[in-house]
RNA sequence: GCGCCCGUAGCUCAGCUGGAUAGAGCAUCAGCUUCCGAAGCUGAGGGUCGGGGGUUCGAAUCCCUCCGGGCGCGCCA
């Protein structure tokens, strides 16, 4: 809808631009967007105030230039010059009747667009080390990202969505020593308790199970407890497959799927971390200082170098990262985006560094970055603090047992990634309409009802007839969700573009409202079936915008609440 | 000290690649069910968009500065 209207605009533009009117070097950066207010129509576009300057002339006549230069066109009722130099676009009731039937017709390919068109997409994600379960920003990392490559594949994009993760480092060993603690019978607080051991209970359950021989299956592999609380090498591997089948369960029962599961250690194995440091080498951004091999990342951007192969001869993380990153690149990625908490910000500035210093025709821009922000969790009123080494923090699998699945994707997806935001358990439990994802499955699930209410009357829709009888839908309320709804579109395209999935979510409690309203305000089952047909078309319209917004959400839309 | 993010209604947050009277939910107050599900609808009150400058025809949005909060700034990951 909105791509036919910008068409139109840049027609004009081109005749003007024929016609000497516009330069024909004028840039034609302008705006067309939806008006705030249906009074200035149902679009408006700043072209003329954008290029009223090149032109050489004052807004206002330039958009009467421009208008009149318009084609004529069967969705545009009506064309207004407006303020400064606005040109408001009404359109017909035409242009939502095609839209309401495009809905129809597409069903869940509705609101798919092409602006990522095959382009090969990574989204990287979650990536926590095996060190214990996940917790909320854990969370919050999954909703985004999982919404994120959603999106992205609704606008054409071939997404591979990927973890990461360290198997091999300074933690996991880490991770090991506490294992063995426990296995030996010491707990947090004893005497020979490891000083940076991690303290919580999980640790106990993981010890315990390599003591029983447990059979850990997970991603393709097996490992069983091997009982003997001296072999540290047993030990670690098999806390790290606990904990990643816990994970990855975790995962699971939150509706998030990965493609590829990238092990840091990979990278020691195939060579892939000496090839970087040959590279960077090679290029010359490197020196060696105390025995180190510093990479001149000031080069690009950054504000300190960094060292990159520490004096003991052992690699520091920021190594490993950027032969990662590389290694997408070779993978044949286009397009890789990186979904990780703020407090980790400064390792990009530092990968982007690495990947430029490599000279191998990386974009700049390689990779692009999501951040998102920490959570605050209150139960009780009070904040619950997160502190993995004290053991005390909120799961993701507390939050999906007690507050559902549904609801705790909705909250943390709801919410720009980029603020910080207050998670708070029990209003998100709360079963009242304190929840706004209620409120939208709602939605969707009254207009089931209203299928199954036609069923039971034994009425049947007859679904070309309502197309063919929109003509019938003249209310404010009908009209307010025909706009509402042809909205979908553009708002996927914005999500996938700007990478802010929450405005989905945003978007999906305004289409939920006009459909509650129109609910309430008019019958939908009346005796009149040209009116009914066409009615129940425009709300089963809805409830497929609703489906689908939702499952870009990876929220369920039920048919009954 | 330096870098990044944030500061919008009592609370939680949208709006931010400049646009037309600043929005929503909750909370508060007042209404709405002989009718397809009231997990709903309608209305009211509530704002120096943290403060101050600047750019512009136009600033919550861009720039500067100050205040207040968060997170980074290791031969840790």
Not at 126 to 136: D, E, K, M, Q, W
Not at 273 to 294: D, I, N, P, S
Request: charged share 25%; proline share 3%; with cysteine.
């Amino acid at each position: 809808m909105k791509e036919q209207l910008r068409t139109l605009i840049e027609q004009a533009l081109d005749r003007l631009r024929s016609a000497g009117t516009l330069p024909a070097d004028a840039s034609a950066a302008f705006v067309l967007e939806r008006t705030k207010s249906r009074e200035h129509g149902d679009f408006a576009t700043n072209a003329a105030l954008a290029l009223a300057k090149p032109a050489r002339t004052n807004p206002r006549a330039l958009a009467q230039a421009l208008v009149a230069a318009l084609a004529p066109n069967a969705l545009v009722e009506k064309v207004e010059i407006a303020g400064p130099g606005f040109i408001n676009f009404f359109l017909g009731p035409a242009a939502y009747h095609q839209e309401t039937r495009r809905v129809l017709d597409e069903g869940v390919r509705y609101g798919c667009n092409t602006t990522a068109a095959g382009r090969r997409t990574q989204v990287e994600f979650v990536s926590a080390n095996p060190t214990g379960p996940l917790h909320i920003g854990h969370g919050r990392a999954a909703a985004v990202g999982d919404c994120l490559a959603r999106a992205l594949a609704a606008s054409g994009a071939e997404v591979t969505r990927e973890f990461y993760y360290n198997d091999a480092g300074v933690q996991i060993e880490n991770l090991a020593r506490s294992t063995q603690a426990r296995a030996k019978g010491s707990k947090p607080g004893a005497a020979d308790w490891p000083a940076d051991a991690y303290n919580g209970d999980y640790i106990g359950d993981v010890a315990e199970a390599y003591l029983r021989g447990d059979r850990v299956e997970f991603e393709n592999h097996v490992v069983t407890g091997a009982k003997n609380p001296d072999d540290i090498d047993a030990i670690r591997q098999f806390a790290v497959a606990y904990l990643r089948r816990e994970q990855n369960a975790d995962l699971a029962a939150f509706g998030v799927k990965f493609d590829v599961y990238f092990l840091e250690s990979s990278l020691y194995g195939d060579g892939k971390v000496e090839e970087t440091v040959r590279e960077l080498v090679k290029h010359g951004h490197t020196y060696e200082e105390g025995g180190a091999l510093w990479l001149r990342t000031t080069d690009f951007g950054d504000d300190k170098d960094r060292v990159m192969r520490k004096s003991d001869g052992t690699f520091t993380y920021f190594l490993p990262d950027v032969a990662y990153h590389l290694s997408k690149w070779q993978r044949g990625y286009q397009r890789a985006i990186t979904e990780l908490g703020a407090d980790h910000h400064g390792s990009l500035a530092r990968v982007k560094a690495g990947l430029q210093a490599l000279d191998m025709g990386i974009p700049k821009d390689y990779p692009e970055y999501v951040l998102h922000q920490m959570v605050t969790v209150m139960r009780g009123g009070e904040e619950v603090k997160i502190s993995k080494r004290a053991g005390s923090y909120v799961t993701l699998r507390d939050l999906i047992d007690e507050v559902g699945r549904d609801a705790t994707r909705f909250f943390l997806i709801a919410r720009k990634s980029d603020s910080q935001m207050v998670f708070d358990i029990d209003l998100a439990r709360s079963q009242s309409n304190d929840n706004p994802v209620y409120y939208i499955q709602y939605a969707h699930a009254r207009v089931c009802s209203v299928l199954r209410q036609l069923d039971e009357r034994g009425l049947k829709w007859n679904r070309d007839n309502g197309l063919a009888k929109l003509a019938r839908l003249d209310n404010e309320h009908e009209s307010a969700l025909m706009v509402e709804i042809s909205r979908y579109p553009e708002v996927v395209e914005a999500a996938a573009l700007n990478l802010e999935p929450h405005l989905i979510a945003s978007y999906l409690r305004e289409l939920a409202n006009a459909l509650h309203a129109y609910y309430h305000a008019h019958q939908f089952i009346v005796d009149d079936a040209d009116l009914r047909d066409a009615r129940v078309a425009l709300a089963v319209a809805a409830q497929q915008a609703l489906a689908n917004g939702l499952d870009l959400l990876g929220v369920s839309a039920p048919e009954q609440m």
